[in-house]
Structures are given as C-alpha cells and as structure tokens.
C-alpha cells in the first residue's frame, strides 16, 4: 500500500487549507497474539519425570497383583510344604514310596499350576504397564501435534497481527481539511484570539507560500497576525503593517480614487455608529460630500474636506482655515452658495456638522504619504490604545476604501490570488459588509471574514452565497445553538485527545504590532530569493512552531480520540484551535472537525493531501497493483485467457525452523 508522505506533498494553490482532521484508518491492533507454548522442562527433568512416573506405575500394578494372587500364594506354599513333608516320611519308612509319589505328585502339580498362574500374573503387570505407556506416548505424541498446529496458527496470526500493526504505525494520521478556491469567501464564526492567531497564520501562510498576495485588516484589537508577520518574513517577504491611527498620515489607501468614490466612501465613514440608518440619509450625506469635493478640486484631502463643512455648517472662525491655506477664498464663497436658504438650510448645517466631527478623525489620512515597495502581505491594524468609537471609524473606512478598490479592479485569472482577511468583521455595518463581499465576488478574490459573536446582522449574511463556514468555540449560548442548528446535530465528529490537550496548556497572545511604515528606507535592497520550506520556517519562527517538538513528542503518546455530537453546550467547550468547517459539495454539505494549529505540518505523519484524496490515490495504487498482477498471471498462462487456471492442488507446507515431531 503507498503512503503519501508529508515531504512529497506540495501546497496546492487551488485549495484553501483550515486544518488537518485527525483520523485513524487504521485502528490499533492491539497487543500481538500470545504464542500457545506450555512450561517447557529440561531434556534431564523430563526424563527423570519418565522413569519416575514408569517405576510409580510398576510399583502399583505389582501391588494390586500381589493382592491378587496373595491366596495362590499361600496355596502353593502349603503344598510345596506337603510335598517335603511326603518325601521325609518315604525317606523314614514311615509311608510307602508308592504312596509317597502318588501324594508328591499331586502336591507337587498342584504346587507348579499355582506357579504358572503367579507368572501369568507377573506377565500380565507388565503388559498393561506397556499398554499405559504406549497410550501415554500416543496421548503426548497427539499434544505434541495439537501445540505444533496451535503454533503454526499463531505464526500466522503474528505475521497478520504484524502487518497490521506496521501499517497502524506507518500510517498518516493528520490530514488536511481545505475548500475549493470556487468558493467565494469563508465565515469563521466564534473563536477566542489564539484561535484566530492559529487559523489565520496557517491560512494566510498557505496562500503566501503557494504565490499569492495576502491583505489583513485586523480589527480585533489583539495582534493576531503578528505569527504570520514573521513567517512571512522568514519565507523572504517584508510585509508592510499599519498601526492606525499612528500610521494614519503614511496610509494611501483611497489616495487614487475619483470625487465620486471618495465622496462615497466618506459618507459610509461617517455613518458608521448609526446602524439603522436609511437610504436616503445615506444619499444626503453622499450628496453633500459630492459638492464639497467639486468644489476642492481631484486632490482634496481629508483635512480640506472637514475645513469646508466647518464652513458649510457655519462652526468656528472660517478665516483660520484661510490661513493654514485648508480652503481659498474664492473655494468659502461657492461653499456659501451651495445650498439654497431656507428650511433645508438647517437639516444641510445639521448633516454638515454631524459629517465635520467624524471626518475630524481621518484629518491626518495621507498626509506624509511615502513610496511602499511591493509587498505579498499587508496588514491594517487598529491600536488598542485608540478610542472604540475611533477604531470603527478607521475600520469601516480601510473596508470601504478597499471596496472601491476591488470595484474599480479587472477580475483575476486566478481565484483567490488576492486573499482579504477581515478579523472582526461583526464590527462593521451589514451594508458595508454587503459591499465588500459583493466586491470580492465580481474581483474573484478571495475573502475570510471572522465574527466574535452572531449578530443578528451577522446572522443575516452567514454562509449567504457560495461560501464555507467554519465555526470555532462559541461562549455564549444563543450563539451555540445557532451554529447547531446550521451544522446539525445528527452529525458525530471525532476530536483528537492531543487537540484538547494542547488548547488547554496555550498561552495568551502577547504584544502588539510593530509599525513598518516609519521603518521605510527607500535605498533598502529587497531580501534575495530563496527556497521556502513551510514547515521548517512554521518550526523557527512562530509561537506555535517553537513549542512543536513538544506537541510532536505527545503526539506520538496521544493516539486517542473521541466522538461527539454537534450540540450546544460541546460547541461552547471546542478546544482554543478546533474548527468546525462546513461546505457544500457535488454529493451534499459535508461537515469536518479540523485543528488549526500550525505546528501540526511539521509532524511526521501530517499530509497537505484530503482524506478523500488520499483514498483515491491508494485506491488507485492498489487497482494498478492488482491489474498488473492479473495481468502477469494471465501471460503466464498462456493465449486463452478465458480458460480457468488448472488445478495444481493444496500449496506445499510452509518451511519452519521448529521441528517436526510427528
């Protein structure tokens, strides 16, 4: 049978891995067969043992034949003692001699019939002393065949039991679980930070070592791609990361796009605290920022932008804005004059003012911008010393202006070349959402959303279109029960004992990011290439790659594994890296248990193959096997192929060094 080892595996770019599903083909067979030999004794005991048990056995057929004959005995005394006693009066001339031999002679064979008998008796011992010995050896000869046979049995049921236990012990046990690239996007739903640290570092790494581009907009506040940061590094990349809103002035994200889309995205900035808003407030603040920017001209900032609704809403003293040079005079007097008086002057001095002190947090964006080299892997981060209310407006604007991005794009040949990773995705509006996904769609790429908690706004866009969802450890209950209910409950998963016992020793995410923005030297010269081995660069550069050996040490002594069903309360206690991953197929919705740790492709036994795949491949293997033996077989047997082989009778016995004692 071939095995698909580890180190023949490659990365697969049109796969996009979560995991690996730990999976045992190939139970335990248990402990090898016990081999059926009684005690042995030595040549020089057991033959002692004989000689003892023959003389025991003599000695008590003796015994009962000398009860026995103990009357003859007597008999044949008595009459020996006659016969004398005849042949002393003879010899007196007591009695006649005639009359003496007539007595002598009777005695006499009297005396010699009881002799006959007593050795006829004796005969008779020893011949039923032969008799129990032969039997004896019969009966030893008959367990002698019966311990050979059993041994040869046993030989046979070891050689099976060994071939079962080198193909438990050869085979792999880790395999990965990834999803078609026709796919659009992915959900991740639940999770705690170092489980999203585990599934984006093993995503996002698969993406960049197979030769694509990687962006992740960190919203969690927790640093979660700081592992793939330094593996991106160590595979030959210098990734560029923002810390928002310290990097806001070095940040060209939207620096190129056009008034009306500029003008679009602002007004989805400045909306995003106001959940319910509608259509047409959403309008209104477009069209109010559409003249705005008329009137600035292709090249306005932020800063211009908020001077002239300072303007427009008639706050502060518009001739300081004059003097830092923000707007010109003749740019205040159209500002003026861009809405009509009366009524709708104050609901445009109201949105104006509302606008103005939102925008104010983007008034640095683009300032200092500087020239970025090219990069595989961005990150857009938010700093967790920022205010909350700032970090959404950051968010949503990085989300937006990517949007606007991707639209104005020509679609890639390749899906999922460009991969976006939005970690905290629940704290974006749904409309924004809608566009961002809509965006990826048309673009092809590829887009990995992942939510703390299901909103109603999240549940609303889970898994809508063609996407997969993965779901990770969810506390609260209402969420728990949600995510049963869409993956269902009938279905069992196995869950590996080294998962749950690696989650629980996991440390916490440490640090934050650090700024590459301000670290720039434009003269630098780009790394050289070299040859990138994942699973060595995961080993030295990670978190999760430096506690590896330990993990691959209790890997080799935690073999075992459980099933349970998808319920609830087992979702709110999934270990820290367990992920659930469902996708519809050509033969139904499939559900999969994966970990995504890591440090698990640098096990032995782990492949970058699917379960299903690797089925196939060995089915194959096999097939090939067989019909090239058919085929030698039938070559062998001459042109008639439809002709029976002929009948060579029983196979000769195998040869055994154990001797034959028969």
């Given at each position: 049978?071939?095995?698909?080892?580890?180190?023949?595996?490659?990365?697969?770019?049109?796969?996009?891995?979560?995991?690996?599903?730990?999976?045992?083909?190939?139970?335990?067979?248990?402990?090898?067969?016990?081999?059926?030999?009684?005690?042995?004794?030595?040549?020089?005991?057991?033959?002692?043992?004989?000689?003892?048990?023959?003389?025991?056995?003599?000695?008590?057929?003796?015994?009962?034949?000398?009860?026995?004959?103990?009357?003859?005995?007597?008999?044949?005394?008595?009459?020996?003692?006659?016969?004398?006693?005849?042949?002393?009066?003879?010899?007196?001339?007591?009695?006649?001699?005639?009359?003496?031999?007539?007595?002598?002679?009777?005695?006499?064979?009297?005396?010699?019939?009881?002799?006959?008998?007593?050795?006829?008796?004796?005969?008779?011992?020893?011949?039923?002393?032969?008799?129990?010995?032969?039997?004896?050896?019969?009966?030893?000869?008959?367990?002698?065949?019966?311990?050979?046979?059993?041994?040869?049995?046993?030989?046979?049921?070891?050689?099976?039991?060994?071939?079962?236990?080198?193909?438990?012990?050869?085979?792999?046990?880790?395999?990965?679980?990834?999803?078609?690239?026709?796919?659009?996007?992915?959900?991740?739903?639940?999770?705690?930070?170092?489980?999203?640290?585990?599934?984006?570092?093993?995503?996002?790494?698969?993406?960049?070592?197979?030769?694509?581009?990687?962006?992740?907009?960190?919203?969690?506040?927790?640093?979660?791609?700081?592992?793939?940061?330094?593996?991106?590094?160590?595979?030959?990349?210098?990734?560029?990361?923002?810390?928002?809103?310290?990097?806001?002035?070095?940040?060209?994200?939207?620096?190129?796009?056009?008034?009306?889309?500029?003008?679009?995205?602002?007004?989805?900035?400045?909306?995003?605290?106001?959940?319910?808003?509608?259509?047409?407030?959403?309008?209104?603040?477009?069209?109010?920022?559409?003249?705005?920017?008329?009137?600035?001209?292709?090249?306005?900032?932020?800063?211009?932008?908020?001077?002239?609704?300072?303007?427009?809403?008639?706050?502060?003293?518009?001739?300081?804005?004059?003097?830092?040079?923000?707007?010109?005079?003749?740019?205040?007097?159209?500002?003026?004059?861009?809405?009509?008086?009366?009524?709708?002057?104050?609901?445009?001095?109201?949105?104006?003012?509302?606008?103005?002190?939102?925008?104010?947090?983007?008034?640095?964006?683009?300032?200092?911008?500087?020239?970025?080299?090219?990069?595989?892997?961005?990150?857009?981060?938010?700093?967790?010393?920022?205010?909350?209310?700032?970090?959404?407006?950051?968010?949503?604007?990085?989300?937006?202006?990517?949007?606007?991005?991707?639209?104005?794009?020509?679609?890639?040949?390749?899906?999922?070349?460009?991969?976006?990773?939005?970690?905290?995705?629940?704290?974006?509006?749904?409309?924004?959402?809608?566009?961002?996904?809509?965006?990826?769609?048309?673009?092809?790429?590829?887009?990995?959303?992942?939510?703390?908690?299901?909103?109603?706004?999240?549940?609303?866009?889970?898994?809508?279109?063609?996407?997969?969802?993965?779901?990770?450890?969810?506390?609260?209950?209402?969420?728990?029960?949600?995510?049963?209910?869409?993956?269902?409950?009938?279905?069992?998963?196995?869950?590996?004992?080294?998962?749950?016992?690696?989650?629980?020793?996991?440390?916490?995410?440490?640090?934050?990011?650090?700024?590459?923005?301000?670290?720039?030297?434009?003269?630098?010269?780009?790394?050289?290439?070299?040859?990138?081995?994942?699973?060595?660069?995961?080993?030295?550069?990670?978190?999760?790659?430096?506690?590896?050996?330990?993990?691959?040490?209790?890997?080799?002594?935690?073999?075992?594994?459980?099933?349970?069903?998808?319920?609830?309360?087992?979702?709110?206690?999934?270990?820290?890296?367990?992920?659930?991953?469902?996708?519809?197929?050509?033969?139904?919705?499939?559900?999969?248990?994966?970990?995504?740790?890591?440090?698990?492709?640098?096990?032995?036994?782990?492949?970058?193959?699917?379960?299903?795949?690797?089925?196939?491949?060995?089915?194959?293997?096999?097939?090939?096997?067989?019909?090239?033996?058919?085929?030698?077989?039938?070559?062998?047997?001459?042109?008639?192929?439809?002709?029976?082989?002929p009948n060579l009778g029983p196979p000769p016995p195998r040869l055994d060094w154990r001797k034959d004692r028969q």
């Open positions: 049978m071939a095995d698909v080892h580890p180190d023949h595996a490659q990365l697969q770019a049109d796969r996009i891995y979560l995991g690996w599903q730990y999976i045992l083909v190939h139970p335990d067979p248990g402990p090898p067969p016990k081999r059926p030999s009684p005690a042995e004794e030595s040549d020089s005991v057991k033959g002692d043992t004989d000689a003892e048990q023959q003389a025991e056995l003599l000695r008590r057929e003796r015994l009962q034949e000398d009860m026995l004959n103990r009357p003859v005995r007597r008999v044949r005394m008595f009459m020996l003692l006659l016969t004398l006693f005849l042949l002393t009066l003879a010899m007196t001339d007591y009695l006649g001699w005639s009359f003496a031999l007539i007595g002598m002679l009777a005695t006499g064979g009297v005396a010699a019939i009881c002799s006959y008998a007593l050795l006829q008796g004796d005969r008779a011992v020893k011949h039923r002393v032969h008799e129990q010995q032969a039997r004896d050896d019969r009966q030893r000869q008959e367990r002698d065949k019966e311990l050979f046979r059993a041994q040869e049995e046993h030989a046979q049921r070891y050689r099976e039991w060994q071939e079962v236990k080198e193909r438990h012990d050869r085979q792999l046990t880790w395999y990965a679980v990834a999803v078609p690239d026709d796919i659009d996007r992915i959900d991740v739903a639940g999770g705690t930070l170092p489980g999203w640290s585990a599934l984006i570092t093993l995503l996002g790494a698969t993406r960049l070592y197979s030769g694509g581009h990687l962006t992740v907009l960190d919203l969690s506040e927790g640093a979660i791609a700081k592992d793939l940061i330094e593996l991106a590094r160590k595979g030959g990349d210098d990734p560029l990361v923002w810390v928002l809103p310290v990097d806001l002035p070095r940040l060209d994200l939207g620096a190129t796009l056009k008034p009306e889309a500029f003008a679009d995205v602002l007004a989805h900035v400045v909306s995003v605290s106001e959940e319910h808003r509608s259509t047409r407030d959403l309008s209104f603040d477009n069209a109010i920022l559409e003249r705005v920017l008329e009137v600035l001209g292709d090249n306005a900032t932020i800063s211009q932008v908020t001077a002239a609704l300072r303007a427009l809403a008639q706050v502060g003293d518009p001739r300081e804005d004059l003097r830092f040079g923000l707007i010109t005079a003749s740019q205040l007097e159209r500002i003026g004059t861009l809405f009509g008086r009366g009524v709708s002057d104050r609901v445009v001095i109201e949105r104006a003012w509302a606008l103005e002190s939102q925008l104010r947090k983007l008034e640095t964006l683009g300032t200092q911008a500087v020239r970025l080299p090219p990069a595989r892997l961005r990150v857009v981060s938010m700093d967790r010393q920022a205010g909350v209310f700032g970090n959404r407006v950051l968010g949503t604007y990085v989300a937006t202006a990517l949007t606007h991005i991707l639209r104005q794009s020509p679609a890639s040949d390749r899906p999922w070349y460009h991969t976006i990773i939005v970690a905290g995705a629940d704290k974006l509006r749904g409309d924004v959402l809608d566009r961002l996904m809509d965006a990826c769609e048309t673009s092809r790429t590829g887009l990995v959303l992942t939510y703390r908690s299901l909103t109603p706004t999240v549940r609303e866009r889970l898994g809508r279109g063609h996407a997969a969802v993965a779901f990770m450890r969810l506390g609260n209950a209402e969420d728990a029960r949600v995510a049963s209910e869409h993956v269902g409950t009938e279905h069992r998963l196995e869950l590996a004992q080294l998962t749950e016992t690696i989650s629980e020793s996991l440390p916490g995410l440490d640090g934050g990011y650090t700024s590459t923005i301000d670290q720039l030297d434009d003269s630098a010269e780009q790394r050289a290439e070299s040859h990138a081995d994942l699973a060595e660069d995961i080993t030295e550069s990670t978190e999760w790659g430096r506690t590896a050996d330990k993990i691959s040490e209790k890997e080799r002594v935690l073999q075992r594994s459980r099933e349970f069903l998808v319920e609830p309360h087992q979702l709110q206690q999934l270990p820290t890296t367990s992920v659930i991953v469902t996708d519809a197929t050509a033969e139904g919705r499939r559900v999969r248990l994966a970990d995504a740790n890591p440090a698990i492709l640098t096990f032995p036994k782990t492949t970058l193959g699917e379960l299903d795949d690797v089925r196939e491949a060995r089915t194959a293997v096999e097939r090939a096997a067989g019909n090239g033996a058919g085929s030698a077989a039938g070559g062998a047997a001459g042109s008639g192929d439809a002709d029976p082989p």
